[in-house]
């Protein structure tokens, strides 16, 4: 199973792999245009733990937190990319505005967020880090984002 997995699904599956003894680790975001920065931080996330699941937020998510233009990509399309990824092993999409209630299910031995988060200040840590879980932010490579890439496409008038 990697995408698109209800919560249900993904509770299960990740019980699954616990009794297994992997290490999961956990990411989220809305990965609306795919480019070479996401793929280096879901490899280098990937390589902390044994399963990569992504917390991917839904369209409605995205509007509210992005603005009406986005997502670019609907969720299902991003979903499939994402889950072709060979570093994610499961893709997890979510409504609300914050994926905390999904960390809290599926509690993660690792919590990871890139950019320049302050790791207290990410949704879940405190959660995590009760159940003796690990938060770790990682830095993104310079030159690559959605914004970036729209502003580039909207220069050329290809609009």
């Known amino acids: 199973m990697r995408y698109p997995a209800s919560l249900q699904q993904a509770?299960?599956?990740?019980?699954?792999?616990?009794?297994e003894g992997r290490r999961i680790v956990f990411t989220n975001g809305c990965f609306?245009?795919?480019?070479?920065?996401?793929?280096?931080?879901?490899?280098?996330?990937?390589k902390l733990?044994?399963?990569?699941?992504i917390g991917l937020n839904d369209d409605n998510s995205i509007r509210r937190l992005k603005g009406k233009s986005r997502p670019i990509n609907p969720l299902q399309d991003r979903?499939?990319?994402?889950?072709?990824?060979?570093?994610?092993?499961l893709v997890v999409p979510f409504a609300e505005d914050t994926p905390l209630n999904l960390i809290t299910t599926?509690?993660?031995?690792?919590?990871?967020?890139?950019g320049d988060y302050q790791p207290d200040d990410i949704v879940g840590a405190t959660e995590v880090r009760k159940n003796g879980g690990e938060v770790i932010v990682m830095p993104f490579?310079?030159?690559?984002s959605s914004t970036g890439l729209i502003?580039?496409?909207l220069a050329t008038g290809l609009s």
């Open 151 to 153: 502003q580039r496409i």
């Open 79 to 89: 979903a499939i990319m994402l889950a072709a990824l060979r570093a994610v092993d």
């Open 106 to 114: 599926l509690m993660p031995d690792i919590l990871v967020k890139g």
């Open 11 to 19: 509770k299960t599956q990740v019980e699954q792999w616990k009794n």
């Open 141 to 144: 490579i310079d030159g690559h």
């Open 49 to 53: 733990g044994d399963i990569l699941i």
């Open 32 to 46: 609306d245009l795919l480019h070479p920065g996401h793929i280096d931080y879901l490899d280098r996330a990937a």
